[in-house]
């Protein structure tokens, strides 16, 4: 997710608060989603075996240099894991104080990389027969997405993850696009919904079809749920004119998902389109909360970050500095010099954003998931499932194609950081790469870095199918 979010909603959620979305269907940028085509639109699969080849050893400098002219970061760093092996290359400063270089061990803002964990674990609370996939939402939370609790679950049971036992009844879309209009459609000029028609928010700010969301829904974006990060007041306070005054507020998710229901759907009802949303992944960590006893965080620790010894990897909760080492972050200020924004409250990012991390933890983390050791072989394969999103997304994961095989990963965005993690489908050549500013590097400039570490030399030359981006 992203924690940063620019003014004409250029970037996606200060957790994925920037939506660089730019594929071959669409370049626009609205809040935190990718309208992927019209509901209704058949799916096409993506090949679920295939693979990017396990080359490596490219000298990726020029590709390094090329993303901070593009992005004007002050400095950035790449990290690559293949063959047992790790190679390291740097550029830049992470402090322009100081001019201190780009350090492997430095921890930085993930942003939205924060999704793949969170899905993570609630696949393998499904695993663990905890919940469903296709468990509305309302079951766990009752109340929060408006009316009763549902004593049960859908009338199908999806991909069979589970029904029944245990809960009490009968068994259950990098970069912002949209299903159903753009992020203000039916908003008042202060950012409040409009008049209520179906699908719409309620007086009470319950929407209409919102009681019958699913887990599933939730992980793969298609709730159609408005992401809070388009809400016009909460994104000047977070990355517009407002930041500097409230940088360090502290917001509960339950207050981050009224903002949410206080706008009309993307799309209505569940389930019929595809749209990056934030709201989607903090719900996500109120429900670990609830079937868990426990926060989402702390399940992370104790299911991930401890079995994969990820020493570098943190959820700061409401804490603003960053662990050492670490460098600083900057944003753009229209020309002059970068601002530094590296102290934050990433409280408003949550379950959508909040990760940090280092290039070492997560080139661990995101090769051991593609490589099996974290997900059964069920939950991997639902989680490389496109099906529905019109490719876009699966859960917590989205697909890039190269013309030499297809990557699997997520990108962050968040005030004063941009990052973006992808592997092959064996997991065993993974790459990351982390800028200090929360711009972004581009389709382009961050394509050629893939081709030249990924595809053959003579692959490198191909046009791109689709952007990397997906949200922030």
């Not at 997560?362 to 072989?377: I, K, M, Q, S």
């Amino acid at each position: 997710m992203a924690i940063r979010h620019r003014a004409a909603l250029t970037a996606l959620l200060t957790t994925a608060f920037t939506v660089a979305l730019a594929t071959a269907l669409t370049a626009a940028l609205a809040g935190c989603g990718f309208d992927a085509g019209p509901s209704g639109t058949r799916p096409q699969t993506l090949p679920y075996g295939e693979r990017a080849p396990e080359l490596g050893g490219a000298d990726l400098s020029g590709q390094l240099r090329r993303m901070l002219t593009v992005s004007r970061a002050p400095g950035g760093a790449v990290l690559v894991r293949a063959a047992g092996r790790t190679r390291y290359t740097a550029a830049g400063a992470s402090d322009v104080g100081s001019g201190r270089g780009v350090r492997r061990a430095d921890h930085f803002r993930g942003g939205s990389l924060t999704k793949t964990f969170v899905a993570t674990v609630v696949l393998q609370l499904a695993a663990e027969d905890r919940l469903g996939l296709d468990d509305r939402v309302r079951r766990h939370l009752p109340g929060v997405l408006g009316g009763p609790s549902a004593q049960g679950r859908g009338d199908d049971d999806g991909d069979g993850v589970r029904m029944d036992a245990g809960h009490g009844g009968s068994g259950h879309t990098d970069d912002g696009h949209t299903a159903g209009g753009s992020a203000d459609s039916g908003h008042t000029s202060d950012g409040n919904a409009g008049d209520e028609r179906p699908g719409s928010a309620s007086a009470n700010g319950a929407h209409t079809d919102s009681r019958n969301i699913t887990i599933r829904q939730l992980l793969n974006h298609t709730s159609g749920l408005f992401d809070y990060t388009g809400d016009r007041t909460l994104a000047r306070e977070l990355f517009g004119e407002g930041f500097a005054r409230h940088r360090f507020d502290t917001r509960t998710p339950e207050a981050l998902v009224r903002t949410a229901l206080a706008h009309p759907p993307a799309f209505a009802p569940p389930g019929t389109g595809w749209r990056y949303s934030n709201t989607d992944y903090v719900l996500l960590g109120m429900v670990i909360e609830k079937v868990t006893g426990h926060g989402y965080a702390d399940e992370i620790r104790r299911r991930i970050i401890k079995p994969l010894r990820l020493r570098g990897t943190s959820f700061p909760g409401t804490r603003s500095t960053l662990p050492a080492p670490h460098g600083r972050a900057y944003t753009a200020t229209g020309g002059g010099a970068p601002r530094d924004v590296t102290e934050l409250n990433p409280s408003s990012a949550g379950a959508a954003g909040e990760v940090v991390s280092t290039l070492d933890d997560l080139t661990r983390f995101y090769g051991a998931l593609l490589g099996g050791e974290v997900l059964g072989a069920r939950q991997l394969k639902l989680m490389l499932d496109t099906t529905g999103t019109y490719d876009q997304y699966g859960m917590g994961l989205f697909p890039i194609p190269l013309a030499c095989g297809i990557l699997w990963g997520h990108n962050g965005v968040i005030n004063g950081s941009s990052a973006l993690v992808v592997s092959n489908r064996t997991g065993r050549h993974v790459l990351a790469y982390r800028l200090n500013t929360d711009t972004g590097a581009g389709p382009q400039a961050e394509r050629a870095l893939l081709r030249a570490e990924f595809c053959e030399p003579g692959d490198a030359a191909a046009p791109p199918t689709r952007s990397t981006r997906r949200n922030g």
